[in-house]
């Protein structure tokens, strides 16, 4: 069975272009993450989906920050426009509703010059 | 905010020893989720071990294991015959309020 995929797994921009990260999630995952993580951290989360609706957006920098999951399944996050801090690996992760083990794809990471 | 500690920013040990990586954390809840997750260069998140919050018993995964102190919210990982394939950066994480925190990792280093 295949994991979580992530892509593209690395993404070099320059500050204020836009940037798109997709996510596909195990099959029949019904929760997805959005994790960033910053050099030398550990991550930390944007957004938390069940199914299509974000039910946990609080960590989510809403002026330049967006994501979707049209259908429940894959997801997409989007920045625009992006700034020097935004360089950091985005990590996605699925989970069943209410499960506790969460599964980890490769990750993108970003670097904005 | 309900946050994870991870006093030791990096931590070697010879090849085939024992080495214990320290957590501590912050919580409210009675019930939750403690692990130990290993990501190495690949950036991948990989599920180490763990461990149920109302379950005295501590965890153990073949050469892995913890040390669960709740009173204390303290939560170690130990790895016994270390191998070289150990080596990577060692995230512990507390899952709680439907969503996993961790903490700031332990750069662990295998020495041949």
């Known amino acids: 069975e295949a994991g979580v995929v992530q892509s593209p797994r690395y993404k070099i921009i320059e500050k204020k272009q836009p940037v798109a990260f997709w996510c596909n999630p195990i099959?029949?995952?019904?929760?997805l993450y959005w994790y960033r993580q910053n050099l030398g951290q550990g991550p930390e989360l944007l957004i938390r989906?069940?199914?299509?609706?974000?039910?946990?957006d609080s960590q989510l920098p809403k002026d330049r920050f967006s994501a979707e999951r049209l259908k429940g399944v894959d997801s997409t996050l989007k920045i625009q426009p992006a700034e020097l801090g935004d360089s950091a690996v985005y990590l996605c992760a699925s989970s069943s509703i209410g499960g506790e083990k969460l599964f980890f794809g490769s990750g993108t990471q970003l670097s904005v010059l | 905010a309900q946050t994870v500690t991870q006093s030791q920013p990096e931590m070697s040990v010879q090849e085939a020893e024992t080495v214990t990586l320290s957590c501590t954390y912050d919580t409210s809840e009675s019930d939750y989720y403690l692990f130990w997750y290993k990501q190495p260069p690949s950036r991948q998140m990989i599920l180490v071990i763990r461990?149920?919050?109302?379950?005295?018993q501590n965890a153990t995964e073949n050469r892995f294991s913890v040390n669960f102190q709740k009173a204390a919210k303290s939560f170690s990982l130990k790895i016994s015959d270390s191998q070289l394939g150990d080596a990577a950066m060692y995230f512990c994480?507390?899952?709680?309020?439907?969503?996993?925190?961790f903490g700031t990792g332990t750069r662990l280093t295998i020495i041949p």
């Open positions: 989906y069940e199914n299509e609706e974000a039910v946990d």
């Open positions: 099959s029949g995952h019904n929760t």
């Open positions: 994480a507390r899952f709680g309020n439907e969503k996993l925190t």
């Open positions: 461990q149920e919050a109302y379950k005295q």
